[in-house]
């Protein structure tokens, strides 16, 4: 089939000619008119006035239909520029009734594009075979209408490339469903495309994003995830969070000695109110600060050190304040700004997602944060602030968010719980539930790299395994003097035991890495399970993973 970008320009050439071609008719048949009229056709012949004023309408419409057309010719060929720039585009694909999910699909590749990222932007009814297959990475946004049916417009896609099967080995994707939990059929649509790309064998790089009813938290989870794609480390919100102050109760290393990044366990509470309610695998986003080191040094280059600003209300605030919630500009670049000017012109921080490690009767918001480092060997944005800079008894901005799609299984039947690294947070949450439910069936199997340093949560672990809470574990380290592994292999190396748990009705829950352990613990699932069975699990709700 014809390469879209192609199609469309020469759509865009053949609708020139046409308007061009229809303008010409139209001067001939009132060149071939005119004569028929003699002095007496108008009873009363228009004031020169009004002749200036039709000339002008004249030119106001033809400059208009030409905005039209340069427009489109605009779009096609910002498309073909896209492909051709910077490696294989990343294609960002809708399927929109409303608007809407066109409109999420823009806004994502603007935010590619603003990381330098080359996007193809097309919709779904513009994609074909042979495009997904040249595809290395790509963005899907389908809307669901009526009882599940999927947009119009991607009808044409449904029943000319969906039934094909063509390979997809490598294409890398993202699917964000929109939907209504009031229908039956919440994201039929987006369900169905993401099963289709995975019976292709292309590799989700996470989990379908669900959006019920253009749910703004998790529309700030989509946006993350695919500044993640990007690579990313500070990009404003669309909908910055609704955050509330906690206060940092204790934080701790927890892998001192460790081959890897320092990893620390932090403990918060509200600074004001009572503990709010919520549920294993749900998620903090934290709202990250700059330190008052970076504020201090841009304020005195500036000689703005005692300068306030409005604050969004009526009323003022510091300079200072401002700029901790703001993303710096790099030093000589707003010289000559005022305060005001200076406040107005910077973007907000972004928010952090941290898996919750804790459950509400432990009385407090535990995260599992590892500190990340930019190129230049300074601190993350957001893991500098919570490693480093905030201090035990200060504020922190927080906002607990649901993750439905990750919530607590039954608890009278069997749990396996598989993770690495960091992804042991989530875990936690979920084995605090289950001991809090009475469920004792529960096989946990974790990986990190060194024995001796990398035990996260070790002594809790023992104690639950000790109390019978934990039926059995399997640990795996990368960095074992004697036999180094990944978690994928003692769980292919349990391949009987897992068939038997499945056979008895477990839930899978995977938590970590989505880049190195996810994909190769469900090539294992596959392998052991059969793929059929594994996308059963999958379509059950008895297969989930929160990866990232």
């Not at 469309?8 to 001067?27: M, T």
Request: aromatic letters at 8%; proline letters at 7%; one cysteine or more.
């Amino acid at each position: 089939m014809k390469d879209p970008i192609q199609a469309r320009e020469q759509g865009v050439a053949w609708s020139l000619l046409g308007n061009l071609a229809l303008l010409a008719l139209l001067a001939a048949a009132a060149a071939l008119l005119l004569p028929l009229h003699d002095e007496a056709w108008w009873q009363s012949p228009p004031r020169p006035l009004r002749w200036w004023l039709l000339l002008a309408a004249l030119v106001a419409y033809a400059g208009l239909c030409l905005a039209f057309l340069r427009r489109a010719d605009g779009h096609s060929a910002s498309r073909a520029l896209a492909a051709s720039q910077g490696g294989p585009p990343v294609l960002v694909a809708w399927a929109s009734q409303t608007g809407f999910a066109q409109l999420l699909a823009e806004r994502s590749a603007t935010m590619l594009r603003e990381g330098g990222v080359p996007v193809l932007t097309l919709p779904l009814d513009e994609v074909d075979a042979a495009l997904l297959a040249r595809t290395g990475r790509a963005l899907f946004i389908a809307s669901t209408t009526g009882e599940g049916d999927p947009p119009d417009h991607a009808i044409g896609f449904l029943r000319r490339v969906m039934p094909q099967a063509p390979a997809l080995p490598g294409l890398e994707y993202a699917l964000l469903a929109l939907g209504d939990r009031e229908y039956h059929d919440f994201c039929a649509f987006g369900r169905q495309l993401d099963e289709w790309l995975r019976g292709r064998d292309a590799r989700p790089l996470f989990d379908r994003v669900e959006v019920d009813n253009a749910d703004q938290a998790t529309l700030r989870h989509w946006q993350y995830e695919v500044g993640r794609i990007g690579g990313f480390d500070a990009l404003p919100d669309w909908t910055p969070p609704a955050y509330e102050p906690w206060r940092l109760l204790s934080r701790a290393q927890v892998n001192d000695g460790s081959p890897g990044a320092p990893v620390f366990d932090l403990a918060l509470v509200p600074a004001a109110g009572p503990l709010p309610d919520w549920e294993a695998g749900d998620i903090a986003e934290v709202g990250a600060r700059n330190s008052s080191a970076r504020v201090r040094a841009l304020l005195d280059e500036l000689g703005l050190e005692d300068a306030t600003v409005i604050d969004g209300g009526d009323g003022k605030e510091p300079l200072a304040e401002r700029l901790t919630r703001m993303q710096l500009p790099p030093a000589g670049t707003v010289a000559g700004l005022s305060a005001q000017q200076l406040a107005d012109a910077l973007d907000p921080l972004p928010h952090r997602e941290y898996s919750i490690a804790s459950v509400p009767a432990e009385g407090e918001v535990r995260l599992l944060v590892r500190r990340m480092t930019r190129p230049d060997g300074s601190a993350g944005m957001a893991s500098g602030w919570l490693c480093d800079t905030v201090l035990p008894g200060q504020s922190i901005d927080v906002r607990l968010r649901r993750n439905a799609g990750f919530h607590p299984p039954p608890a009278d039947l069997p749990l396996v719980l598989i993770g690495n690294g960091t992804g042991i947070a989530g875990l936690r949450a979920h084995i605090q539930a289950r001991i809090h439910a009475g469920a004792r069936d529960n096989w946990l199997l974790f990986g990190e790299r060194s024995p001796d340093h990398d035990r996260f949560y070790g002594e809790d672990i023992h104690q639950w395994q000790a109390a019978g809470w934990l039926a059995r574990i399997d640990l795996a380290f990368s960095r074992a003097p004697d036999a180094p592994a990944y978690v994928q292999h003692r769980l292919q190396a349990a391949a009987d035991t897992l068939r038997e748990w499945v056979d008895r009705g477990a839930s899978i829950l995977v938590c970590g890495n989505a880049t190195g352990m996810a994909p190769a613990v469900d090539d294992v699932l596959a392998d052991v399970l059969g793929e059929e069975s594994r996308d059963a699990l999958r379509a059950a709700g008895r297969y989930r993973r929160d990866v990232y």
